[in-house]
């Protein structure tokens, strides 16, 4: 079975973009446009890995990390970050 990735961001275009390439490298992809679905995809779907974007204009891509960290189901998935944001 495809080792399966969640992408969470707010920009469509940058979720087809990442689906499409990470899908041709032969992983399973689920996507989310807000953050509070990310996190409930997080916790359902046993995501191997988490690449997200920190600026969402729902909840703050930092308030996922911690919540993803308490949560001692999916505390052990790795989260990888990406945003515009230049600071």
């Known amino acids: 079975m495809a080792e399966k990735i969640l992408v969470i961001d707010d920009e469509i275009e940058t979720l087809r973009l990442l689906k499409l390439t ?21 916790q359902s779907r046993n995501a191997d890995l988490i690449i997200m974007d920190v600026m969402l204009p729902d909840m703050d891509g930092l308030e996922i990390i911690r919540r993803i960290r308490k949560d001692a189901l999916i505390s052990h998935i790795p989260i990888l970050i990406f945003s515009a944001r230049s600071q």
């Not at 990470?22 to 997080?42: C, H, K, N, W, Y």
């Open 22 to 42: 990470l899908e041709r490298e032969g992983f399973q992809v689920i996507t989310a446009s807000l953050g509070s679905i990310g996190l409930e995809q997080a």
